[in-house]
């Protein structure tokens, strides 16, 4: 999923992937650290809640899309 065409408007997961892949390509050391609730307040059965889900994993596949390719396994 791109997050581009995606709709949303945080810009923080676009900003991440490229920061990583403009490292990744320095080939410089880098550490990044990002905090996301394990369980976010509210009842996780709701439809706003299960929106803030999948946005929040969505924005954890964009991330992984755009710099795993880069990263030799």
């Given at each position: 999923?791109?997050?581009?065409?995606?709709?949303?408007?945080?810009?923080?997961?676009?900003?991440?992937?490229?920061?990583?892949?403009?490292?990744?390509?320095?080939?410089?050391?880098f550490?990044?650290?990002?905090?996301?609730?394990?369980?976010?307040?509210?009842?996780?059965?709701?439809?706003?809640?299960?929106?803030?889900?999948?946005?929040?994993?969505?924005?954890?596949?964009?991330?992984?899309?755009?710099?795993?390719?880069?990263?030799?396994?």
């Amino acid at each position: 999923m791109c997050l581009l065409m995606s709709g949303a408007d945080n810009l923080i997961p676009m900003e991440l992937a490229l920061k990583i892949t403009s490292k990744i390509r320095a080939k410089e050391r880098f550490a990044v650290y990002v905090v996301l609730p394990m369980w976010p307040e509210g009842d996780p059965k709701t439809g706003a809640m299960q929106e803030i889900l999948f946005w929040q994993v969505s924005d954890c596949v964009y991330c992984f899309e755009v710099y795993f390719p880069m990263m030799k396994i």
